[in-house]
């Protein structure tokens, strides 16, 4: 079972940016889909970009333009580039296949990102 570890969060002001990055414990190789998903306060998780094995990317209308994706199969890695950052970004951003059930519905602990002035 493939688990995942986030980090790169923090405190910004709108207009900034940050890179999340997320490390697996094992191999993300064999898992076709990836994607970051975000959990703003009082709401449902959502899911903002996807990527396949083969680094065709897909994002939620949201983010489109402002977040990259990214995600390096031989160093077992997925990462977030999130630029010009609105408040409404604000949220724990968390890693994990798509669904996240391909790897047994494990979640991490996640990163928090707060927009703010």
């Known amino acids: 079972q493939v688990q995942f570890v986030e980090t790169g969060g923090g405190l910004v002001q709108p207009g900034g940016s940050l890179r999340l990055s997320c490390a697996a414990s094992?191999?993300?190789?064999?898992?076709?889909?990836m994607g970051w998903y975000r959990q703003a306060p009082g709401k449902q998780r959502e899911l903002v970009a996807t990527?396949?094995?083969?680094?065709?990317?897909n994002y939620a209308d949201s983010v489109k333009g402002r977040f990259t994706i990214s995600r390096d199969n031989a160093k077992n890695t997925l990462s977030l580039q999130m630029n010009t950052l609105k408040p409404e970004d604000t949220g724990v951003y968390y890693c994990?296949?798509?669904?996240?059930?391909?790897?047994?519905?494990?979640w991490g602990q996640g990163t928090q990102v707060t927009v703010s002035s």
């Open positions: 990527i396949t094995r083969d680094s065709i990317t």
């Open positions: 094992g191999s993300i190789f064999s898992i076709y889909y």
């Open positions: 994990n296949a798509v669904p996240a059930s391909t790897t047994g519905g494990y």
